[in-house]
C-alpha cells in the first residue's frame, strides 16, 4: 500500500518561499512509470496541480507557476520537495502530494490520482 506524508511549515510570510516535502512509503518513486505531484484546493477554486517529478526525475510544471515553482527529489529518502516562492495570500490553500502515471494537469478532483497525502493546511499571512 502506497503511502504518501505532506511535511512542512503551516504559516508562511508574504514574499516568503513556501516548502513542503512529501514522503512516500510502500513504493519508490524511482519506479518506472509514476509520476509525483504536487496540488493544491482552495475554497471557490477548485484542485490546481502546480507540477510533478517522474519517474527518471524530469520534471513538469504548470504554466501559471513556472516562475515561481521549483519541485525536486531526494531518491535515497523517497522524498520530493516544493518551494513555491513570492507567496501571496491567494496561495492560502490545503496542499496535496499525489501520484499518478500522467496527466496531472487535467485532473479536476483529487480521487482522480493513484494515491495522495492527507493534505497539509499552509497560510500565508503577516
Known amino acids: 500500500q502506497v503511502q504518501l506524508r505532506e511535511s512542512g511549515p503551516v504559516l508562511v510570510r508574504p514574499e516568503q518561499t513556501l516548502s513542503l516535502t512529501c514522503t512516500v512509503s510502500g513504493g519508490s518513486i524511482t519506479a518506472n512509470s509514476y509520476y509525483w505531484n504536487w496540488v493544491r484546493q482552495s475554497p471557490g477554486v477548485g484542485l490546481e496541480w502546480l507540477g510533478a517529478?517522474?519517474?527518471?526525475?524530469?520534471?513538469f510544471y504548470n504554466p501559471s507557476f513556472r516562475s515561481r515553482t521549483s519541485i525536486s527529489w531526494d531518491t535515497a529518502k523517497n522524498q520530493f520537495t516544493l518551494q513555491l516562492s513570492s507567496v501571496t495570500l491567494a496561495d492560502t490553500a490545503v496542499y496535496y502530494c499525489?501520484?499518478?502515471?500522467?496527466?496531472?494537469?487535467?485532473?479536476?478532483?483529487?480521487?482522480?490520482?493513484?494515491?495522495w497525502g492527507q493534505g497539509t493546511q499552509v497560510t500565508v499571512s503577516s
Open positions: 517529478i517522474n519517474y527518471s526525475g524530469t520534471t
Open positions: 499525489a501520484r499518478d502515471r500522467g496527466g496531472g494537469i487535467y485532473y479536476t478532483q483529487l480521487a482522480e490520482y493513484d494515491y
